[in-house]
């Protein structure tokens, strides 16, 4: 053996490590997780072709004039069923033949609705002699990039990031404080810093990994763009997981059971899941909650890596969400190291 | 092992591999400690013995630099955890009374752990060897029995070669059979020469392991000297115990005929049981049963047996240690 292999930062980290990869509950959660709900997300937000929007006409003739447009699907009916499918959601627009011409009845709330109302309004006018005034023509683009799993990626990622550190950190100092081996280890001539640093390593380890198995599968499953520098994506990934880890360690410095230890955890966590822009974005929170969603972990991870990924933007651009974890690093760590408890 | 265990001597603090003066320990209004004063010698295997709460763990929690002592002096190998926290850490051993070392590791992975915490200390595969787990090291410690693990928890404190090793409760809660072969563990140790102090509640244990007992109560030493010495101080090394069937109570003045009885050095009564010190059983349980009889009582139970630490206790204390 050598001298490296038989220092005791070494074997604490291997320990660390092999530890993790002996907990299936654990590898479950870190790599198969993340991945289902990627999955799951894809499949339930992907691009559709345009929908086809159903309307309805009390006349053939006019029935006729809006089956000219592809983008629409109609029916002939009269006016009380008409009014009865409107109702129940059956057709989005229905078009009234009357004396003076033709009325639209529709919700004008609904998007859809107000689409139906275009497409037949310009079929109808068509079929009567109207004329373009200017030629136009569509040159159609799906872009990658914009689609929601594009969107939803960097969220899972920095959810996963926060996660496995918070988890992994928190659980397995409680329990060893809780097993007493804590207080063992206090009693053997260990470096205590060496203790918490294998974790941080094990924990960088890990994330290797984790990103690198998430980030592949997002590529080669749903094209996900990489726009920005990989470098600095993965030193983003590396602030955000040590800054998750810091938090991690603050959450276990003091509580005495895994039941305290999960309770606080969760309170740590919950308000970011929610408020952070995992799923849908940030700013759609109103302007008062919006420093409280700034000076969130979580939203400043996501932030970064969205910037990074999807705007290719570089660190520089990104000093604000940047500044805002390593605050979250220096002030968590500075703090645990006060309050931590070793028995 | 070259200091006798009988010889009384006062060395000085640099002689002692660990000496106590003046030790006090509070918790809020519960005194755990309450004046401890104690030398142990080089290569001596010393036991702390007393009730659950006799403020045992308390005062080998001090000696381990766990707990910080109110008042007193504590020096190890001739160091204070004052001066020389991180230089003592390498050079005690220490197994504490609960703690689970993490399942999912093998005894080999938590051994070569360990190992890396000193600077010096045996082969990995000579702990292994030393705690009979030859068979069990690529076991995971999930799989151990409790006896399997207390051993490897020993193993644990010995890889840094120690200059003295702390047990604390070692044999609690094990059966019989893992008992007797932990006990053989500490015996090999000691003849080896190392230095140990151990605690414990069971007498037997104090008895069969340790040079020197410190009986302990209520935070306090009560008692300290060999075994037999303590033994002998109970005044006989027999015990003769009896009770007498109902009819006949006994009393003061016949207590007082029962200690006349020649070869009888002492008389306590305890749920109706009565206990004699007896010298010399074969002279003096006849007169006894002689006395006995002349009193108009029939004893029932009667029985012998040779005097132990546990005998010891209750003279002291007035008090089983199982009571607790």
Known sequence: MSSLTDSSLFQLTVTRFKLFLREPEALFWVFVFPILLAVGLGIAFRNRPADVLDVGATTTQLAQALGADKGLRTTVTDEVQGAHDLATGRILLLAIARDSGVVYKYDDTNPDARSARLLADRAIQKAAGQKDALTSSNDLIHETGARYIDFVVPGLLGMNLMGSAIWGL??????????????????????????????????????????????????????????????????LCVLTSLSFSTLGLLIASRAKTMEAASGLMNLAMLPMWILSGVFFSATRFPALLQPLVRALPLTAAIDALRGNMLQGMNIAQMTAPVMVLIAWLLVCFGVSLKIFRWR | MNVHPNEVSSGTVQDCALSLQGLRKAFGDVVAVDGVDLDVRRGECFGLLGPNGAGKTTTIEICEGLTVADAGDVHLLGLSWKDAATELRQRIGVQLQETQLPEKLTVEEILRLFRSFYRKGLAVDETVKMAQLEEKRKARIGTLSGGQKQRLAMACAL?????????????????????????????????????????????????????????????????????????????????????????????????????????????????????????????????????????????VEFRTHSATLEDVFVGLTGRNLRDE
Request: hydrophobic share 45%; charged share 20%; with cysteine.
């Open chain 1, 170 to 235: 928190g659980f397995s100092i409680v329990e060893a404080r809780q097993k007493k081996l804590l207080k063992r280890y206090v009693a053997s001539p260990m470096p205590r810093w060496q203790y918490l640093m294998s974790f941080l390593l094990s924990r960088l380890l890990l994330l290797t990994i984790e990103v690198l198995f998430f980030l592949g599968f997002a590529k080669l499953v749903f094209g996900v763009p990489f726009r920005g520098s990989l470098l600095e994506l993965g030193a």
């Open chain 2, 159 to 299: 890889v840094g070669d120690p200059d003295l090793l702390f047990l604390d409760e070692p044999t609690t809660g094990l059966d019989p059979q893992a008992r007797r072969h932990l006990w053989d563990l500490v015996d090999q140790l000691r003849r080896a020469g190392r230095t140990i102090i151990l605690t414990t509640h069971y007498m037997d244990e104090a008895e069969h392991l340790c040079d020197r007992v410190a009986i302990m109560d209520h935070g306090r030493i009560i008692a300290l000297g060999t075994p037999k010495q303590l033994i002998a101080s109970v005044g006989g090394d027999h015990v003769v115990e009896f009770a007498v069937a109902t009819k006949g109570e006994v009393g003061p003045q016949d207590a007082k005929t029962l200690t006349a009885i020649p070869g009888v050095q002492g008389h306590r009564v305890d749920a109706g049981l009565h206990q004699l010190s007896v010298v010399e059983l074969h002279t003096t349980v006849p007169r006894i049963f002689a006395s006995l009889a002349e009193m108009g009582l029939q004893p």
